[in-house]
């Protein structure tokens, strides 16, 4: 993945980026962090994501064919 695209894109969306917490690839991982704060992973990420409670979103990014 590209982190750093991921976070241009929340920001190209209108997110405010206040904490960042980057995972390594491939593996499960806790999230033991400000928990009054919204986390927002990729669809892929969401799946692994160990949370202790608040809200979390995974981020849905797919394509669409555009008429040539």
Known sequence: GNPDAFLRTL????AQVVEKHIA???GLF???LSTDLP???TEKDAVRLKTNG???FALRIGLQD???
């Open 39 to 41: 986390i927002v992973t």
């Open 54 to 56: 608040g809200s979390t």
């Open 24 to 26: 390594v690839n491939h």
């Open 66 to 68: 555009m008429p040539a």
């Open 30 to 32: 806790d999230v033991r």
């Open 11 to 14: 920001e190209s969306l209108g």
